[in-house]
């Protein structure tokens, strides 16, 4: 009787021992994703991260090809036909990117030529609030809009809320559609929401997202919040505008035309 | 009790082999679709929810058939709708049943669904729509299944269950309100950026569900010897018209604010659902929709009509095919058309999707079955 008591107590001890390890995984698992890491000494850093996009420098196709090659090379976004497509960074015409400020007698070089696109980082992002299990992100240290791909369900909510088209869905499993893998970032699986992330993997690095670098200058990136950073001397200085502002966003992308 | 569903007659079996073998076909789909992704649906990056998202809205609108006869019972002591009450509970737990099996399916990757549980995020409506889906269905099965219990051993209901009863009236608003909040609060979505949105889900769901239920009861008194009672049916087919008469009146006040005022995002949606831009099957069926609409309202409101049950029970199978078609494909379809870049990308269900969207609606069907088989056996026992 006594060693069966014995035994009950040191078995009930031991599991609560084996049941207290998952609820501290757990536990750690809650507190927002940023918190487990320690950035780097190079990191670049800033609190509201923006772009500004310097349309008259970048008209023709030639122009865009770099920037968005550089980005989807990257990050291992893989090349599937529309209407399927995954897509970061890419061109559409102007009644597209900025519906409502068409203008049919504008001048023919502003009115008829390819925009560049891409996730806006809002400020107020409603795609993070809609989010059920905030897979969708925005970094308080920085403003940056990112994703947990891990813990996204594939409900697409987020692609409905998003005024501005951002979002791709991994329709099918994209890793047959990469052109040539770089190890140096994850891959996606099939059923996951993914879309640009302002390269914080490359901030981490203490290096400039990929299309800037490769937009020799047309594209200018900063941190809004410093008065001296380069986006705000162009903001000052150029008349820029941004997409859909009507709806309260507050993107942190901004157009020179 | 549950002993009751066990004892059938030839058809009864066969009907609930055939719901099985429907699921099956489903399943073996579904099967394909985790395997490949949703790339084997129609839908694409533009128009990112579609045909399962539109049973979603449909059904949780059928789900509210209950409330339309529980709340004239237990707070009007209206006695005729006695044996209905019963079966409109069980219609809302099949009803739900599909609901949350159409998210489920409409996931891209559901065995992280349970991650909506593990992060709770109350600033997001899905999270919500997940707490009220899943607390009115408990909701319908503890009432449901206490109240016949009590009726099988000739006893009162216990006192407990009165508050729950009155929880589920509140709750089945909020079933609507919730679901309709999902499109409502979105921003750069024209058609579905409308104040409106919750109460056209309520008068829709107020005329589909007791709609619906009346053509079961109908089935039901065909098949077996259980009768509802002339009263009951000719109250809830004034509710229907009623109810109708305020979804059609809704929808209008959406056309007029559109076109009167004539901005480009308010019109754009409604010209595609119509035909007049882009357009498509969706056009065709959003007609049919419109015609069956007042068709049913010209069978309903002239209550000789209306009392004929060889006229009704046809105006009450037009009356769902029009909201069904409204409420579930043209706000769905019409929502994401044009897309955010004001373009067009066509949508539409594929054969999965069909065959899944088939087994999810057999299993809330099965579920339907056997409750009903328990109620009627007990309804019999005690008659």
């Known amino acids: 009787m006594e060693t069966r008591r014995k035994f009950l107590k040191y078995a009930g001890v031991s599991l609560l021992g084996l ?3 998952p609820v501290s995984r757990a536990a750690a698992s809650y507190i927002p994703h940023e918190s487990h890491t320690k950035s780097r000494a190079e990191a670049l850093t800033g609190s509201r991260w923006a772009m500004v996009i310097d349309t008259r420098k970048l008209t023709r196709e030639s122009d865009f090809k770099p920037l968005i090659e550089a980005c989807h090379s990257v990050h291992n976004v893989p090349d599937i036909e529309p209407p399927l497509d995954i897509k970061w960074i890419w061109t559409d015409k102007k009644e597209h990117v900025f519906p409502g400020k068409h203008n049919e007698f504008q001048a023919e070089k502003i009115e008829h030529k390819p925009y560049l696109l891409l996730c806006n980082h809002c400020h107020n992002p409603p795609c993070v609030r809609v989010c059920p299990t905030q897979a969708t992100f925005k970094r308080e240290s920085d ?9 996204c369900i594939g409900c697409r909510y987020c692609m409905a809320a998003c005024p ?10 994209p890793s047959p559609h990469i052109k040539e893998l770089n190890r140096e970032y994850p891959e996606r699986m099939r059923g996951v929401v993914e879309k640009c992330n302002f390269c914080v993997e490359r901030l981490a690095e203490g290096k400039m997202p990929a299309c800037v670098e490769a937009s ?9 919040d410093d008065p001296y950073s380069e986006v705000r001397k162009v903001l000052r200085k150029e008349y820029t505008i941004r997409r859909k502002p009507g709806l309260g966003t507050e993107p942190n992308v901004y157009y020179i035309i | 009790m549950l002993e009751t569903a066990l004892k059938g007659s030839p058809r009864y079996w066969g009907w609930l082999v055939l719901l099985l073998i429907i699921m099956g076909i489903g399943g ?7 395997d490949q992704g949703l790339q084997v649906t129609g839908l694409n990056r533009d128009v990112s929810w579609g045909f399962y998202i539109a049973q979603l809205t449909y059904m949780v609108g059928v789900a509210a058939a209950a409330v339309m006869l529980v709340l004239p019972y237990y707070f009007h002591h209206y006695k005729a709708f006695k044996k209905m009450i019963i079966l409109a509970e069980f219609q809302a737990i099949g009803a739900i049943i599909i609901c949350i099996g159409s998210i489920v399916v409409d996931l891209g990757q559901p065995q992280r669904m349970l991650n909506v549980l593990l992060y709770p995020t109350p600033n997001s409506v899905l999270f919500w729509d997940m707490v009220v889906l899943n607390g009115y269905l408990f909701l319908n099965l503890i009432i449901g299944w206490v109240t016949l219990q009590s009726q099988r051993n000739n006893m009162l209901p216990p006192k407990w269950v009165k508050p729950l009863i009155y929880l589920s009236i509140v709750w089945a608003v909020s079933i609507h309100t919730v679901t309709a909040f999902l499109y409502a609060g979105l921003p750069g979505r024209h058609l579905w950026l409308t104040a409106i949105m919750a109460p056209r889900f309520l008068a829709s769901a107020f005329c589909a ?13 065909k098949l077996t010897d259980f009768r509802v009672g002339e009263e009951a049916k000719k109250a809830v087919a004034k509710i229907v018209t009623y109810a109708m008469c305020i979804n059609v009146f809704f ?3 959406e056309i007029f604010t559109g076109f009167y005022s004539q901005i480009p995002g308010h019109m754009h949606p409604m010209m595609f659902l119509f035909g007049f831009e882009h357009g498509n099957y969706v056009a065709v069926l959003m007609w049919i929709a419109t015609f069956l609409a007042f068709l049913s309202l010209a069978l309903l409101i002239p209550p000789k009509l209306r009392e004929n049950h060889k006229i009704l029970p046809w105006a009450l199978a037009a009356l769902v095919v029009a909201t069904y078609i409204d409420k579930g494909i043209g706000l769905l379809v019409g929502g994401f058309t044009p897309n955010v870049f004001e373009g067009f990308t066509f949508y539409a269900p594929t054969m999965p999707e069909i065959l899944i969207t088939a087994a999810v ?11 009903y088989k328990v109620a009627l056996t007990v309804q019999k026992e005690t008659s």
């Open chain 1, 19 to 21: 049941a207290a390890a």
């Open chain 1, 143 to 151: 403003g940056i809009v990112v994703m947990d791909m891990h813990r």
């Open chain 1, 164 to 173: 501005y088209g951002a979002r791709s869905f991994n329709f099918m499993d």
């Open chain 1, 216 to 224: 020799d200058g047309a594209l200018i990136f900063g941190d809004l």
């Open chain 2, 28 to 34: 073996a789909a579904w099967y394909v679709q985790l």
């Open chain 2, 209 to 221: 569900g007791p709609a619906i239920l009346l053509l079961v009861a109908f089935i039901l008194e």
């Open chain 2, 251 to 253: 929808f209008l006040c």
């Open chain 2, 361 to 371: 609606y057999a299993s809330g069907i099965f579920a339907i079955t056997i409750l």
